[in-house]
């Protein structure tokens, strides 16, 4: 896409903290920009369209679908979600690095359309490190965090589909690494 931007591609099991990790990189580098995804669901009384996702109606994502408006998109928990391409595609001819924090699938799908893209794999010091986090945070039943343990084992076996590693042992130091590779090339 260009010799300039990167595009970094950020995986990892629920609880590893993606989120986190790319907020401190983002203040650590204001340069890099943090593509925002769009859905058909509805947004959650604290949401703001254009900053946490860009809300549309079922059949204008079905539109952008249609007309391969998205790098990639899918179904999650009913409710369609995608990368929109033209955002991620004019800030990288601009020059600037941008950030994608998608799902596996997703991360695989943007790497067959753009070889180029990097993919980065936020993992866990350890499982166990990573089943306290999701407990710790008690937003959710035991139901729930099995379901996302088990989902992160199937996630874990997959670290090796991504081009780098940076373990979230401490977050300022893995957004430093996620920083780093942003601009290395």
Same mark, same amino acid.
């Given at each position: 896409? =260009? &010799?300039?931007?990167?595009?970094?591609?950020?995986?990892g099991?629920?609880?590893?903290?993606?989120?986190?990790?790319?907020?401190?990189?983002?203040?650590?580098?204001?340069?890099? $920009?943090?593509?925002?995804? #769009?859905?058909?669901?509805?947004?959650r009384p &604290?949401? *703001?369209?254009?900053?946490?996702?860009?809300?549309?109606s079922?059949?204008?994502f079905?539109?952008?679908?249609?007309?391969?408006e998205?790098?990639? $998109?899918a =179904?999650?928990?009913?409710?369609?979600?995608? =990368?929109?391409?033209?955002?991620?595609?004019?800030?990288?001819?601009?020059?600037?690095?941008?950030?994608?924090?998608? &799902?596996?699938?997703?991360?695989?799908?943007?790497?067959?359309?753009?070889?180029?893209?990097?993919?980065?794999?936020?993992?866990?010091?350890?499982?166990?490190?990573?089943?306290?986090?999701?407990?710790?945070?008690? =937003?959710?039943?035991? &139901?729930?965090?099995?379901?996302?343990?088990?989902?992160?084992? *199937?996630?874990?076996? #997959?670290?090796?589909?991504?081009?780098y *590693?940076?373990?979230?042992?401490?977050?300022?130091?893995?957004?430093?690494?996620?920083?780093?590779l942003?601009?290395?090339?």
């Open positions: 896409m =260009t &010799d300039q931007g990167r595009l970094v591609v950020v995986v099991p629920s609880g590893v903290g993606k989120g986190t990790v790319i907020q401190r990189a983002l203040e650590l580098d204001p340069a890099l $920009w943090l593509s925002i995804s #769009a859905t058909a669901r509805e947004p &604290d949401e *703001v369209n254009g900053v946490d996702y860009h809300f549309v079922r059949s204008a079905v539109d952008m679908v249609n007309a391969d998205f790098l990639e $998109w =179904t999650y928990a009913g409710n369609p979600y995608g =990368t929109p391409r033209q955002a991620v595609e004019d800030r990288l001819h601009a020059g600037q690095s941008v950030i994608l924090e998608i &799902d596996l699938a997703g991360a695989r799908h943007v790497k067959a359309a753009l070889p180029e893209a990097l993919l980065v794999f936020l993992a866990p010091p350890s499982f166990e490190v990573l089943e306290a986090r999701l407990r710790d945070r008690a =937003t959710e039943d035991e &139901d729930a965090i099995l379901r996302r343990l088990q989902i992160a084992k *199937v996630e874990l076996a #997959a670290e090796s589909e991504c081009d *590693v940076v373990i979230n042992e401490d977050v300022s130091t893995a957004a430093a690494e996620l920083v780093e942003a601009h290395s090339s």
